[in-house]
């Protein structure tokens, strides 16, 4: 079982609509995470990151954390096709270790 | 703040050849990390330093990979005997210790190997 499981996707939604990029983790002391956005050849660009449950919102960005289910989400209003790209999910656990962990992303396709 | 830099951006070299990459951090920031990326995988953890000492090593980190951070600057990642399998992004990261984690990335350095 990988710690940090995404669907690859790609996940197409129209333009204007919301994106819902979900993540599972299996190490239940994780306590931090991060969404990351990549654009092809490009490097990860951190865009969100949440330590507590519940929602945290930024802009059109949301994510969403539910220790109990070891389930994180990424939501995304009003998609733009500029928000196409891969969308990487990270935990880290820092009583074990000092690294995030990434999953392998789920690719979004915004479509006109 | 100009952000993490990492040179050369591309690095083509034959089998068997070593090669040397470099990463400068962003100035205040305590923690450098390399990761290497493959194609439709997520960036995978090889090591990491907080100021010249290195903390961690991934378990599936070849006698062939070394870094080094000579005075807790500037870090090098080199490969011996470079093979096929190394052909990837290798990526080095920056963090503050006590922000909560948050890393930031450079453009990468792209290895293929022929």
């Known amino acids: 079982q990988k710690e940090v499981e995404q669907n690859s996707g790609p996940l197409s939604v129209p333009e204007g609509a919301i994106a819902s990029l979900n993540c599972t983790y299996s190490?239940?002391?994780?306590?931090?995470f991060f969404w990351y956005r990549q654009y092809s050849g490009k490097s990860p660009e951190l865009i969100m990151f949440i330590y507590s449950n519940g929602d945290k919102e930024d802009g059109r960005f949301t994510a969403q954390l539910n220790k109990a289910s070891q389930y994180v989400s990424l939501l995304i209003r009003d998609s733009q096709p500029s928000d196409s790209a891969t969308y990487l999910c990270?935990?880290?656990?820092?009583?074990?270790?000092?690294?995030?962990?990434f999953g392998t992303g789920t690719r979004l396709q915004v479509t006109l | 703040d100009t952000g993490v830099s990492q040179n050369p951006r591309h690095k083509i070299t034959k089998r068997g050849q070593n090669v040397t990459f470099r990463c400068d951090p962003i100035?205040?920031?305590?923690?450098l990390y390399w990761y290497r990326q493959t194609l439709g995988q997520g960036p995978e953890f090889l090591t990491y330093f907080q100021n010249e000492a290195q903390l961690e090593k991934s378990r599936l980190l070849s006698d062939r990979f070394s870094a080094e951070r000579p005075k807790g600057s500037f870090s090098t990642l080199e490969i011996q005997r470079t093979e096929q399998g190394d052909s990837a992004m290798y990526l080095c990261a920056s963090s503050m210790r006590g922000s909560n984690e948050k890393l930031f990335f450079g453009s990468g350095t792209q290895l293929s190997v022929l």
């Open positions: 100035s205040e920031h305590n923690r």
């Open positions: 990270a935990a880290i656990n820092t009583g074990t270790a000092s690294k995030l962990t």
């Open positions: 190490d239940r002391g994780s306590q931090s």
